[in-house]
């Protein structure tokens, strides 16, 4: 994440899949919702989901307040913001394997 971060915040949502095409992360709440037919259980796998969605968008958030909190009257320093990202972008991993564990062979 540090080297990724050290692009900036576009280069974090680049990397998150909420800004272009590139990344392997692009689409993937897409995906999300279509690997939930190969799940046994369809309501753990859809609380994961919802979590890591939530922690998708909030690291995005956070990314993307990063590039303009220095013009704006926020609070904080964009490496406070990556910071944040980050966090959240650990909580998404986390809900990430949780997801892939549930997937049926």
């Known amino acids: 994440y540090d080297d990724i971060s050290a692009g900036g915040g576009d280069n974090v949502r680049l990397y998150l ?51 303009f909190v220095e013009f704006s009257s926020a609070k904080g320093t964009p490496a406070q913001f990556l910071a944040t990202a980050k966090k959240d972008a650990i909580v998404m991993r986390k809900y990430m394997q949780e997801m892939a564990d549930m997937l049926v062979d």
């Open 17 to 67: 899949g909420t800004q272009g095409v590139k990344s392997h992360m692009y689409g993937i709440t897409k995906i999300v919702r279509v690997l939930r037919d190969s799940v046994d259980d369809i309501v753990a796998f859809t609380e994961a989901a919802t979590e890591f969605e939530a922690y998708l968008y909030q690291a995005e958030g956070a990314a993307y307040q990063s590039i």
